[in-house]
């Protein structure tokens, strides 16, 4: 074996060291995150607060994970978009209350 080739492979053979997954990416197996959710639409959510705050914190473990959205189960995705919507609603329902409220209506 020439000395060129050995410094190749030693090459080779760090990068295939360096570009493995870190600590932290190889203990993201996703165990822990909950997917045990009925699919309830967005009035429920907006009417149910402590539904919409159970379902936002299993939401927030879900984007914490940086597992990517694409490999989320569909009910993950949907209920963590329905509630995310009951909550900009609610957002938009209180701002124009207020501004109702400051404008005299």
């Known amino acids: 074996m ?3 080739l050995q410094k190749y492979i030693a090459v080779a053979l760090a990068l ?3 570009s ?7 203990n993201q197996t996703g165990d822990g995150l909950r997917s045990d ?3 309830r639409d967005v009035a429920f959510y907006t009417e149910n607060q402590p ?3 159970e379902m936002e914190a299993v939401c927030a473990d879900w984007k914490s994970s940086q597992r990517p959205p694409a490999s989320w189960p569909s009910i993950v995705v949907s ?4 509630v995310d919507t009951a909550n900009e609603l609610l957002r938009s329902r209180k701002d124009r209350d207020e501004f109702k409220k400051g404008m005299g209506v």
């Open 2 to 4: 020439t000395p060129t």
């Open 20 to 26: 493995g997954c870190s600590p932290s990416e190889k």
């Open 16 to 18: 295939t060291f360096i």
């Open 51 to 53: 539904q919409r705050q």
């Open 79 to 82: 209920t963590c978009n329905n």
């Open 37 to 39: 959710m009925q699919l």
